[in-house]
């Protein structure tokens, strides 16, 4: 089962953006289940959105908004995926808009 996880950080206007390749092995399809965790700093919210898609565009599915505070993680579902590779991407913002707000995703890859 293939894991991965993403760190990223704001820039000095608060927002975030991050693609990453995730490679799903064997011919079957997998439960994608992914987890936002809002590392620091303290009062802060996120406001997100979150696609997974086949690097090839088929298929193709739903982009997925989330919102957590610090020290806060939300479950963001699970997510059927074809095996091979795919586009992980992440962005948003923090409210109130912070520089260097630290978020972790956490991807985990099932059947």
Known sequence: MPKLTVEMGTDEHGYFSK???FNVPGPAGAAVCLTVTLLS???TGIWGKLDIDARD????????SFVLWHSEAVQLGSWRLDGGAHIIIVRGKTNPARANTRLVLEIDAGW
């Open 41 to 43: 700093p303290f009062a």
């Open 19 to 21: 693609t990453v390749p």
């Open 57 to 64: 565009a088929m298929p193709l599915n739903q982009e997925r």
